[in-house]
């Protein structure tokens, strides 16, 4: 007689449940394992990120500084060229001034030496400042210094008006004189003659004064001094 052993029931259900379990504690690990490994990567993965966000940032910051960098050597390099054209700019005109130039002034053609536009406008300030000495004075000494000067016939003219301001009415004339004989054509004609009428005027010889507001009326009609010189005429008795 063969004895054989047979398990009760309940002993395969034990042995299943022990295997069930064993296999879900390894499936466990193996998970745990999985995700330790996915969180190491995950964290590499940041971490990289990290950096690379760290390297953009540098960059970043370099490039700033180096726009910074450019733009101020960029500005330095326009003041540089501005500074150096402006250099040119005063040597040229301080050349100029040293060299003689032919210019034009009121229709009148001619060669200005160094110095002699400066001495012109120098006379000039001191007529219209009121120093009426001194402004005889400096037309005087440029008339005889630049006898071929453009600006000549604005001196005898500003000369001429200066003397009749101080009173020197025979000398106001005689430069006046000058201005018309040498130069018919200028426009300061038809004003110097006015002023000359009135220095005859001032000095007594009305008929003189008379004489000379008709012609200038006559023969510039249309200028500012015959228009002046209407009234001066109709009240000379």
């Known amino acids: 007689m063969i004895f054989r052993f047979k398990p009760a029931p ?3 259900g034990a042995l299943l449940l022990l295997s069930q379990n064993t296999w879900a504690l390894f499936s466990d690990d193996e998970a745990r394992k999985a995700i330790l490994e996915l969180r190491k990567s995950v964290s590499a993965s940041q971490a990289a990120i990290l950096d690379l966000q760290n390297q953009i940032d540098k960059l970043k910051s370099e490039n700033a500084q180096l726009r910074g960098q450019i ?3 960029q500005k330095q390099s326009d003041d540089l060229s501005s500074n150096q054209k402006t250099y040119y700019q005063d040597l040229d005109a301080r050349l100029a001034r040293l060299e ?6 009121e229709g009148v053609t001619g060669i200005v030496q160094a110095g002699e536009k400066t001495a012109y406008d120098d006379a000039l300030k001191s007529f219209q400042a009121g120093q009426g000495k001194k402004a005889d004075s400096d037309f005087t ?3 005889r210094k630049y006898p071929s000067s453009p600006y000549l016939p604005l001196a005898l003219y500003w000369s001429g008006n200066t003397k009749y301001v101080l009173k020197d009415y025979n000398a106001a004339i005689t430069q006046l ?3 018309i004989t040498r130069y018919p054509g200028h ?3 038809p004003a110097a003659i006015l002023t000359m009428a009135n220095a005859n005027l001032e000095s007594g010889k009305k008929a003189v004064a008379k004489k000379l507001l008709t012609d200038l009326i006559t023969k510039y009609p249309d200028s500012d001094a015959a228009k ?8 000379i008795k």
Do not use: D, G, N
Request: aromatic residues 10%; proline residues 7%.
């Open 71 to 73: 733009e101020t050597l």
């Open 228 to 235: 002046e010189a209407k009234p001066i005429l109709a009240s």
């Open 100 to 105: 003689p130039q032919t210019v034009e002034v």
């Open 10 to 12: 309940y002993v395969f």
């Open 141 to 143: 000494t440029f008339i």
């Open 187 to 189: 426009q300061r004609v």
């Open 177 to 179: 004189q000058s201005l």
